[in-house]
């Protein structure tokens, strides 16, 4: 199916930025929208940005504005651009892949990447 791998997270000051990267491999042109996500601990995941192949875009309204998730390319990551971090945005963030893949449909979720806004 699709494989996703996150990179980029770490340590940053509020008000800093930060940019995380998604790439996947397997059956890229089979994927519908990809979507980053967030979860705390004791918390439910948190969809923060999603981005369809044709280029429509949705933010969650915590990070509207301040965030930015680039388009689908085939052979190159998707990316989130945090900037004006906050400390409420510390969560690990995780990477989604959505499509059909033989007439089935697939969510495909990356490892996780810790990112981390000190006050």
């Known amino acids: 199916q699709v494989r996703l791998v996150e990179s980029g997270g770490g340590l940053v000051e509020a008000g800093g930025s930060l940019r995380l990267s998604c790439a996947a491999s397997?059956?890229?042109?089979?994927?519908?929208?990809m979507a980053w996500h967030r979860q705390t601990p004791g918390q439910d995941r948190e969809s923060v940005a999603l981005?369809?192949?044709?280029?429509?875009?949705n933010y969650s309204d915590s990070v509207k504005g301040r965030f930015t998730i680039s388009r689908i390319k085939d052979g190159s990551p998707v990316y989130l651009t945090m900037d004006s971090v906050k400390p409420e945005d510390t969560a690990v963030y995780y990477c989604?892949?959505?499509?059909?893949?033989?007439?089935?449909?697939?969510?495909?979720w990356g490892q996780g990447t810790q990112v981390t806004v000190s006050s």
């Open positions: 989604n892949a959505r499509g059909v893949l033989g007439g089935i449909e697939f969510n495909s």
């Open positions: 397997g059956s890229i042109m089979s994927i519908g929208s």
């Open positions: 981005v369809t192949r044709d280029g429509n875009t």
